[in-house]
């Protein structure tokens, strides 16, 4: 079982990119997914959760709402394609804070809610390696 993060890299202020966390040898439709970002010198920090579904399918409903950090509402959208076996992160509007290494992670739970799990690093149990992203001018 794996988790694999990538799109991350060099983008202006105001620009976008698009994360992805790719699942292998497990479904990861009936896991809530963490995205977490660590800046240089600094500790993790939970950025976004998307919660699980009840059904390994695109569209399946999921067992609860996602939630963000303040730092991110509104900028960031977390979004599964449960038929890719991944999960993404759009980061629009990116500012030079916004840099760091983004790993995604799986809630321990099955079939678990971001309610449930929060953007607490201790309650996800399976780590992606991270991606790279930073931001400036």
Same mark, same amino acid.
């Given at each position: 079982?794996?988790?694999?993060?990538?799109?991350?890299? @060099?983008?202006?202020?105001?620009?976008?990119?698009?994360?992805?966390?790719?699942?292998?040898?497990?479904?990861?439709?009936?896991?809530?997914?963490?995205?977490?970002?660590?800046?240089?010198?600094?500790?993790?920090?939970?950025?976004?959760?998307?919660?699980?579904?009840?059904?390994?399918?695109?569209?399946?409903?999921?067992?609860?709402?996602?939630?963000?950090?303040?730092?991110?509402?509104?900028? @960031?959208?977390?979004?599964?394609?449960?038929?890719?076996?991944?999960?993404?992160?759009?980061?629009?509007?990116?500012?030079?804070?916004?840099?760091?290494?983004?790993?995604?992670?799986?809630?321990?739970?099955?079939?678990?809610?971001?309610?449930?799990?929060?953007?607490?690093?201790?309650?996800?149990? @399976?780590?992606?390696?991270?991606?790279?992203?930073?931001?400036?001018?």
């Amino acid at each position: 079982a794996r988790l694999a993060e990538s799109g991350g890299g @060099f983008v202006q202020p105001g620009g976008s990119l698009r994360l992805s966390c790719a699942a292998s040898g497990f479904t990861l439709a009936y896991y809530a997914v963490g995205w977490f970002r660590q800046a240089p010198g600094q500790e993790r920090e939970g950025i976004a959760c998307i919660s699980g579904t009840d059904e390994n399918k695109d569209g399946a409903a999921p067992v609860g709402g996602p939630e963000y950090a303040d730092s991110v509402q509104g900028r @960031f959208t977390v979004a599964r394609h449960n038929s890719e076996n991944t999960v993404y992160l759009q980061l629009n509007n990116l500012k030079p804070e916004d840099t760091g290494d983004y790993f995604c992670a799986t809630y321990s739970q099955v079939m678990g809610a971001c309610s449930a799990s929060g953007l607490q690093a201790r309650n996800y149990g @399976f780590w992606g390696r991270g991606t790279q992203v930073k931001v400036a001018s």
